[in-house]
């Protein structure tokens, strides 16, 4: 090859900008206690609204027993009542944090299996649930008719207009020492700005430790059954 030629080929090092996209698949799986309310299969034409609860960092194992300590499950437990909802609470392995993947593969495995109404589908966690509630609704906000984060944080870059479509009641203590008021609040000034429809409750007083009162208040799950996805007001029975 003549030395003009290899003039010709020869590349500047440099770092160039670039982009790809390809679709991968992975195998997700998941333990999960699953609530089926009073009269669930009377009525085979019927569908149920459904809350995914998401516990805490001290809930995370193999024992299915550890997601009742605290919120939704502990409630449910205690005193199932007449509470109108199928409810599923999903445990997170040891060390990890919640995957978007595998609580929207959850979803639709329940969805697929169960007598879900999708227009009526909420979300809600706590501590580390309440990051996963935020993470969730954004990464899926067309799968949500409402969420609850209690005690979260998240990423306010990641706030666009689409999430404008998901009402939001955000809960915290205001002496939340482990995970600070205003990481909250950060959340609701960026969905604020978005134009979400968004409540936002602190407790006077109250530490990390904010899930007791939010989820021992009825107003919380009347609330979630005002919304549906379409973004209409609920009508008719639960």
């Not at 996209?21 to 206690?33: D, E, I």
């Not at 870059?157 to 020492?177: I, K, N, S």
């Not at 979400?196 to 990390?208: Q, S």
């Amino acid at each position: 090859m003549a030395p003009a030629e290899l003039d010709r080929e020869r590349v500047e090092p440099m770092q160039e900008s670039r982009w790809f996209a390809r679709t991968v698949q992975k195998q997700v799986c998941a333990n999960y206690l699953l609530f089926l309310p009073p009269g669930y299969g009377d009525d085979r034409s019927r569908r149920w609204p459904l809350i995914l609860f998401l516990h805490g960092a001290g809930e995370r194992g193999s024992d299915l027993s550890l997601v009742k300590r605290h919120g939704l499950p502990k409630l449910l437990d205690e005193r199932p009542g007449d509470f109108p909802f199928i409810v599923v609470s999903p445990q997170c392995p040891d060390g990890e944090v919640w995957d978007v993947d595998v609580l929207l593969a959850l979803l639709d495995e329940v969805c697929e299996t169960h007598a879900v109404d999708r227009d009526r589908i909420y979300v809600t966690g706590l501590s580390m649930g309440g990051m996963g509630t935020f993470a969730l609704a954004l990464a899926a906000p067309e799968r949500f008719a409402a969420a609850a984060p209690v005690c979260g944080w998240g990423n306010p870059l990641q706030v666009r207009p689409e999430h404008a479509r998901v009402p939001f009641w955000v809960f915290h203590g205001e002496l939340d020492d482990k995970v600070p008021a205003a990481l909250s609040a950060q959340m609701v000034a960026a969905l604020q700005a978005v134009g979400a429809p968004v409540r936002y409750t602190v407790y006077p007083g109250v530490g990390h430790d904010a899930w007791t009162p939010t989820y021992a208040n009825a107003e919380l799950y009347q609330w979630f059954l005002a919304h549906r996805r379409s973004g209409e007001p609920a009508a008719g029975p639960v």
